[in-house]
C-alpha cells in the first residue's frame, strides 16, 4: 500500500508540475489542482493509514493508539479538499476575466507569432 500511495503522490506531483509549467490559464489551473491532490494525499500518508481500524472511539476497544488510526490527517485532508475547490474556482474566474480582457488564454497574455509570419515581416529574417 505504501507503494501504490507514493508512486500517487509522485505522478501526481510531476503531472502537476509538468502542467505548470505550461503557458496557457487552464493547464496553469489543472496543474494545481493535480498538486493540490498530491498534497493531500501526502497529508493523508502522513497519518499512517491503516485498513480496518476506525479514527474514532468504540465501545469495548482499548483506547490506545494500536487500536486507532489518527484522525488529524483526515480532518485536515478534509479541510484542504474544501479550500482547494474554492480556490480553483476563483482561478478560474480570474482565468476567465484575463482572457477577456487581453483577448488571450496565455498566462503572460502574449500569443507567440508563428514561425511564418515572423518571416514575412519586413526587417526581419536573413
Known amino acids: 500500500m505504501e507503494l501504490a500511495l507514493a508512486s500517487a503522490i509522485g505522478v501526481l506531483t510531476g503531472i502537476g508540475i509538468y502542467l505548470l509549467l505550461r503557458a496557457r490559464s487552464f493547464d496553469v489551473i489543472l496543474g494545481m489542482t493535480f498538486l493540490s491532490y498530491a498534497t493531500n494525499l501526502l497529508i493523508f500518508s502522513a497519518g499512517r493509514p491503516v485498513i480496518g481500524k476506525a479514527p474514532v472511539l468504540k465501545d469495548g476497544i482499548a483506547s490506545t493508539l494500536a487500536h486507532y488510526t489518527d484522525p488529524l490527517p483526515q480532518a485536515l485532508v478534509l479541510t484542504a479538499i474544501v479550500i482547494a475547490f474554492a480556490m480553483t474556482a476563483v482561478s478560474i474566474v480570474l482565468a476567465m476575466r484575463s482572457r ?11 500569443e507567440p507569432e508563428p514561425p511564418a509570419e515572423q518571416a514575412a ?3 526581419r529574417g536573413a
Open 100 to 110: 477577456s480582457d487581453n483577448h488571450s488564454d496565455h498566462v503572460d497574455a502574449h
Open 121 to 123: 515581416k519586413p526587417g
